[in-house]
């Protein structure tokens, strides 16, 4: 058994540490993930906790059989943001430039020299604003395979579409922000 | 377009597979073709790949450190604390910071000075008796009245020093009197008088009755 499904045992046993290690390990995932998803820092604190209160209700429903639990939850945060999405669609048409702008990762990674910390940040900056340029449906199929590392199979279960159409996305979405990179300045 | 097998729609359409090494062998090579003698299909390529490389070496936004708090906060409540020593001993941590030692110490040694000072007596068990009750409060009854006597005495000594010490103030526009000088038989004693005068202090000099007053009264000041 995986370490998250041992770990999702003692938790339906009222392990509340066993919950902690839980949350503990796959907060950045599923803020990364709201994060890339939205591009606002403080709505994807918000779903991130949105999520994780969600799970800790749906929690019994789990079945190690049928999947990894980080691909389990990470379709419970898809879910949580299509359901965002569709919320808060009226309000993003009266939103200010500024509230969308991207978030800066500010704290530089260990064993990363300033300048290419910099150059790495400026990077993530301009995805986040041509992911935001992106449909929703192409920019969690770029996010999901390119920013988080999904497999195709796994990106299927999480999105519910055939594989084919999993694949169309990715591709369609990554032509598209390609070109918005572009002409965003953003050489290859 | 140079390709006439490909078509710029069947490069985009199969570019992901080709990025990825999942088209068969024959297949990358005419996509390949293709992208060499078109405009437009050839940076687009080279623009994919270079931005999938640099994602793909992106770090994972990092959470906020208290985000992981607040959700186990948010479902399991606020947490008890471990217990331990550190726990045990924990209500003792903000009496432990410099500026509550200082004032601890500054307080302490206040109380020592107002108990030095007010309780001079230490308290025996005979003290306790009615009858030493009574006649110590008769006592200091006594004594704080004999001092309130004194000092009121010693206040209206002050002010007739003061008073006679004064010079009277003349109305404005009478005529100065002349000083009357004082009458001495003895040479020398004219001779400091006149010395006194010339180059003493203005207020000692003018009236030798002054110095009788003072040390007249100087003796009740120091009783």
């Known amino acids: 058994m995986e370490p998250d499904a041992q770990l999702v045992e003692l938790c339906l046993q009222g392990d509340g540490t066993a919950w902690e290690q839980l949350v503990k390990r796959h907060t950045r995932r599923v803020y990364g993930l709201c994060y890339r998803f939205t591009g606002r820092p403080s709505d994807a604190e918000d779903l991130s906790q949105e999520v994780f209160l969600r799970l800790y209700r749906t929690l019994g429903s789990y079945r190690s059989v049928q999947g990894a639990f980080a691909t389990w939850l990470t379709r419970v945060t898809r879910n949580l943001l299509v359901d965002h999405y569709r919320r808060t669609r009226r309000d993003r048409l009266t939103d200010s430039i500024e509230d969308s702008l991207p978030y800066v990762e500010a704290k530089p990674s260990g064993g990363r020299l300033p300048d290419r910390q910099a150059e790495a940040n400026e990077l993530s900056v301009q995805v986040q604003r041509g992911l935001m340029n992106l449909s929703p449906d192409l920019r969690e199929a770029v996010v999901l395979r390119d920013l988080q590392g999904l497999e195709y199979s796994e990106i299927q279960k999480i999105m519910d579409v055939p594989e084919g159409t999993v694949k169309s996305r990715i591709n369609r979405g990554r032509i598209e922000l390609a070109r918005l990179l572009g002409e965003m300045g953003v050489r290859p | ?223």
């Open chain 2, 1 to 223: 377009m140079a390709n006439t097998m490909w078509t710029c729609t069947q490069v985009e359409a199969r570019l992901s597979d080709y990025l990825e090494h999942s088209l068969a062998g024959d297949e990358a090579r005419q996509l390949e073709a293709h992208a060499e003698g078109c405009a437009q299909c050839g940076p687009l390529v080279m623009q994919v790949r270079g931005m999938l490389t640099r994602m793909q070496a992106l770090e994972e936004v990092p959470a906020p450190p208290y985000l992981a708090e607040r959700i186990v906060e948010a479902t399991l409540g606020p947490r008890k604390p471990k217990p331990g020593w550190r726990t045990m001993f924990g209500w003792m941590r903000p009496l432990l910071r410099p500026q509550f030692a200082l004032g601890v110490a500054a307080a302490a040694f206040s109380l020592a000075m107002v108990a030095q000072f007010a309780m001079p007596v230490r308290w025996k068990k005979a003290a306790y008796n009615p009858a030493q009750v009574v006649f110590g409060a008769n006592r200091q009854v006594h004594l704080v009245y004999s001092r309130g006597v004194k000092y009121v005495n010693d206040l209206r000594v002050v002010y007739e020093i003061q008073s006679r010490l004064r010079p009277e103030a003349p109305p404005e526009g009478t005529p100065q009197p002349p000083v009357e000088e004082p009458r001495s038989s003895s040479p020398h004693s004219l001779g400091t008088q006149q010395k006194s005068e010339q180059g003493g202090a203005p207020g000692h000099s003018a009236n030798p009755a002054r110095y009788c007053l003072a040390t007249e009264f100087v003796p009740v000041l120091w009783r």
